[in-house]
């Protein structure tokens, strides 16, 4: 499971700039993606990402803000009447202000993955199934990957191994400070078809939550929740 989300909201410029240009490659690949059945749908949906701030958290998330829109993310800063205005049903008592990114949003993670390795394929990829077992070298110079069964020789590995990317690195004698930690997810119907769409809403205590529309017109109306607890151990 994924939540799928696509946000420039960070403070490292090289950060704000890679996803600047993934938003454009997303929109293409939900253009592409249109004909497909619904489970095959890209469906970015650019509703945006609103960071909110209580009393505890307002002078550290003004900080953040003040350097992304260094690093030139575009964003914006909103008040409390701001956001009851864009989220008349949120209750928002200890909400102080808000950082909003209107570029920002969230896709269907499976359904990128599926059109990713399609294009790919279409391109001349050749995909091999198999876990990583070996990654050789010869002094700094790579020279063969050991996929299960299969080995193959090659002098480039891209270790796009996400949370495992720590120990497929391991592999080749090198320490990458990556590992796997948990968090939950929860999909939740709402009580009836809500009138207008939730962005992607990260709470100051870390709690976040974006709208997960139905698959079918008849499908129930639901969002997703997710929350991480950052002091357990990997």
């Keep these: ?39 095959r749908r ?19 998330l003004d900080r953040r803000y003040e350097a992304m829109r260094s690093a030139g993310a575009r964003v914006e800063r909103l008040s409390a009447d701001d956001i009851r205005r864009r989220l008349p049903d949120a209750s928002l008592d200890d909400i102080e202000f808000g950082v909003f990114g209107p570029e ?6 499976k359904a990128v993955l599926f059109a990713m390795r399609e294009i790919a394929q279409d391109a001349g990829v050749e995909y091999l199934h198999g876990e ?44 990458l400070p990556v590992a796997p930690v948990r968090q939950q997810l929860f999909r939740c119907v709402l009580p009836r ?3 207008y769409r939730f962005p992607m809403v990260i709470d100051p205590d870390g709690t976040h ?4 529309d139905a698959v079918a017109p008849d499908g129930p109306d639901r969002i997703v929740v997710a929350k991480t607890n950052h002091h357990e151990t990997p």
């Design 1 to 39: 499971l994924a939540m799928g989300g696509i946000r420039q909201q960070f403070t490292l410029a090289a950060n704000v700039r890679m996803v600047q240009y993934s938003i454009v490659f997303y929109q293409d690949l939900y253009r592409r993606s249109r004909g497909a059945d619904e489970a």
């Design 42 to 60: 890209v469906n970015f949906r650019q509703r945006g990402y609103l960071f909110l701030a209580d009393a505890g958290s307002a002078a550290r």
């Design 104 to 109: 920002d949003g969230y896709a269907n993670p």
């Design 132 to 175: 990583v077992g070996a990654i050789r070298r010869t002094n700094d110079n790579l020279t063969e990957i050991a996929l299960g069964a299969v080995s193959i020789d090659t002098p480039v590995v891209v270790n796009a191994a996400g949370a495992f990317a720590g120990r497929v690195a391991a592999l080749a004698g090198l320490s």
């Design 193 to 195: 078809r809500w009138e």
């Design 209 to 212: 939550w974006r709208h997960d």
